[in-house]
């Protein structure tokens, strides 16, 4: 498939291409299915993923151009667990690719080139300029996700003090890992409902 001209592919064709990357990267266990389209990303160096970018900024069908754009997004948010600590990297070089699509459009419009070419560099950079809102917005949900965890913790904490519990350090260390106990058999609880849904 590295022969094709992914910015020529039909919507046909864009479906085609996404069943077999999500079956490539399935068997190599860079990826879990979900269902038919619905996957959470368990590794970043997926195979194929370069022609998803190239479908995304360079397809010359608009149609085409969003559905690979929509699925480039889902591929940094659904995110399994286990990468949680180097999610924020990878949505920072996500971020630096965009602008270097950005950059690359604007010295076309600098350039001596035909209107029909400062069209599609600009085209491009709107759909990367989309993609590093998308990503910055994701973050900001994260970042408010991440409060709402740490309020919980505290909560948890909070809740275990409330117990007639002397307040020396080694009782302080116990509680605190108490709440981070419990907070994490929430979370291995979510996950094992999710692998239930899927084996269904």
Same mark, same amino acid.
């Given at each position: ?31 879990? %299915? ?5 996957? %959470? ?101 994260? %970042? ?57």
């Amino acid at each position: 498939m590295a022969s094709l001209d992914y910015g020529a592919l039909s919507e046909d064709g864009f479906k085609m291409y996404r069943r077999f990357f999500l079956s490539v990267n399935a068997k190599q266990r860079k990826l879990r %299915r979900l269902g038919e389209n619905e996957f %959470r990303v368990c590794d970043f160096n997926l195979t194929g993923l370069d022609r998803f970018w190239e479908i995304a900024i360079w397809s010359k069908d608009a149609t085409v151009a969003r559905m690979a754009l929509s699925y480039l997004r889902k591929i940094y948010e659904n995110v399994s667990l286990k990468l949680i600590e180097v999610v924020s990297e990878e949505r920072g070089k996500f971020i630096l690719k965009c602008v270097g699509y950005i950059l690359d459009a604007k010295k076309v419009l600098l350039s001596d080139v035909s209107g029909e070419e400062k069209a599609s560099a600009r085209e491009r950079m709107g759909r990367s300029a989309s993609l590093v809102t998308s990503i910055i917005m994701k973050d900001n949900k994260t %970042r408010a996700s991440e409060t709402i965890h740490e309020l919980r913790f505290k909560e948890a904490i909070w809740r275990l003090e409330q117990k007639n519990t002397p307040k020396t350090p080694d009782a302080e260390g116990e509680q605190t890992q108490e709440a981070m106990d419990a907070l994490r058999e929430s979370d291995e609880k979510k996950e094992k409902e999710e692998k239930e849904k899927e084996e269904k």
